[in-house]
């Protein structure tokens, strides 16, 4: 399980990135019956959980002040993000991938902390958990000229290699321009990170030795969409404790 020191100090919650050689954080294991239901589809939709065991439907962000209630996302290479006040009493996970980022998921989700009236920006906590590293995730040309136009992000921050997304530093820049108040990149390539910490190569050859699942490898190792086996993904996420 992979923790955060910045959220292991906020009394009263839980929380764990999850990794290949342990999908689900033990720390959420216990409030499996609560999770709620949802459908990530990289979206914007940012829904705000009450009871156990809810039904969210599709959306790729979650929130709440209701102890015992785990929010968590799935991630292969996508960003999940996790929240908290200072004070302990309120908690959310985000999935934010490309699309996310480019449609302004960051942004929907501190609106909706701000609508809900749970403190001010600059109380909240976020820490940006491992995804695909900018070394790795190689896109098009087309599609860093949709970020440059659409986003108001330092190139240098932004595309630190030509024909190369940094997720996690993007998502850092809009919360840190947003105003929350502490943020912490855990910065761990989902990609090439093996499990003793070190980089592996991009085309996976061992993949028992990488420490993520990891869309973008997996495809890499299995070219043939017919006869690719389903990828399980990794849960992240938090818990106020009951």
Known sequence: MIQSSLLSDIPSIAHG??????????????????????????????????????????????LTDRPGIPVS?????CLPILFAHRSGRYIGAL????????DGIVEAMLAKIMVQHWG???????V????????????????????RAALAVPEAVMSPRSCHLALGAIACHKLEAAGVGEIVHLDQCTITTLVDGSTGPLDGSDPGAYRFQSHRRH???????????????QHSGLVILP
Not at 25 to 34: K, T, Y
Not at 73 to 77: G, K, L, Q, R
């Open 17 to 62: 990135f999850g990794h290949r050689q342990m999908l689900t954080p033990e720390v959420l294991v216990e409030f499996e019956s609560a999770r709620p239901k949802k459908q990530q589809e990289h979206g914007t939709r940012i829904v705000t959980v009450s009871t156990p065991d809810q039904a969210c439907g599709r959306a790729d962000g979650f």
């Open 73 to 77: 996302i799935v991630t292969a290479d």
């Open 95 to 102: 999935h934010a991938g490309w699309r996310g980022l480019l």
């Open 120 to 126: 001010d920006l600059s109380e909240w906590a976020a």
């Open 128 to 147: 940006v958990g491992p995804a695909a590293g900018h070394q790795a995730y190689e896109v098009s040309e087309a599609l860093v000229n949709r970020f």
């Open 219 to 233: 495809t890499l190792t299995h070219p043939d969409p017919e006869q690719r086996p389903k990828l399980p993904n």
